[in-house]
């Protein structure tokens, strides 16, 4: 099945930084997610991104489907983004499961 | 109002005992996924199901049991096979085809065993 890999593990920055997140997978895809789970441990929906770029207020995401990896941007840290960010990723296979990778945990020093 | 919803947000068993965790969605999704995360891990998927009266071992499922009558419901049981069962369930749905796969998440339910 495909492999779908994120870094850094850990990342940590003052408030106004940027951060780039990155997720590697193994395999074509046709569903790459990046998502936010906050402190209640639900999964927040950053962007649906296959192929592409997009853009939601200070974060954007870029899925570059030939070389199988994607990233997430943040511009202008702020202490609320900080949390675990993960990339998950599906296969073209009709019977494919959806694979998380082992996130990335930010933290935001004020 | 439409989404997943899962119940209860936490659970308490006690050893030897099975449970069921209730996964509903009104999404018109044909797929649905369980997953359990452990304290500062990932999330690793127990089973999916790409339609009604068929599911899937994802990679964890020792332990596990689901069933798929319905359409809008996913319900997952831990069974007492499963040793160590304490641990944030997670359940989503999205749409199986070519197009458009977003998948979205219930809320979750913490699962302790005392």
């Known amino acids: 099945g495909i492999q779908v890999e994120q870094s850094p593990p850990d990342l940590i920055l ?23 789970q906050n ?23 870029t899925t570059v489907a030939t070389e199988r990896y ?30 998380f990778g082992s996130g990335t945990r930010l933290s935001i020093r004020p | ?10 659970l308490f068993r006690k050893e030897g005992q099975n449970v069921t965790l209730s996964c509903e969605q009104n999404l018109n999704h044909d797929a649905m996924y369980w997953y359990r995360q452990d304290p500062g891990q990932g999330l690793r998927l127990i089973y999916y199901s790409q339609i009604v009266n068929d ?14 009558e319905k359409k809008e419901s996913f319900p997952l049981t831990v069974t007492s096979a499963q040793k160590n069962p304490t641990a944030f369930y997670l359940c989503a749905s ?4 070519t197009l458009n796969t977003e998948a979205f998440f219930g809320q979750g339910t913490r699962l302790t065993v005392v």
């Open chain 2, 94 to 97: 999205s749409s199986p085809g």
């Open chain 1, 39 to 61: 402190p209640w441990g639900q999964l927040i929906n950053l962007f649906y991104i296959p192929s592409g770029t997009k853009q939601n207020g200070r974060l954007s995401a």
């Open chain 2, 1 to 10: 109002d439409g989404g997943i919803t899962q119940s209860p947000k936490y």
């Open chain 1, 70 to 99: 994607s990233l997430l941007y943040i511009s202008s840290s702020q202490t609320t983004d900080s949390g675990v960010y993960f990339c998950a990723a599906r296969g073209y296979s009709s019977a494919s499961k959806i694979i």
């Open chain 2, 55 to 68: 599911f899937q071992k994802g990679d964890i499922a020792e332990g596990y049991s689901v069933s798929r």
């Open chain 1, 14 to 36: 003052q408030e106004g930084a940027n951060s780039t997140l990155r997720c590697n997978f193994s395999d074509s895809v046709n569903n790459l997610q990046w998502f936010h």
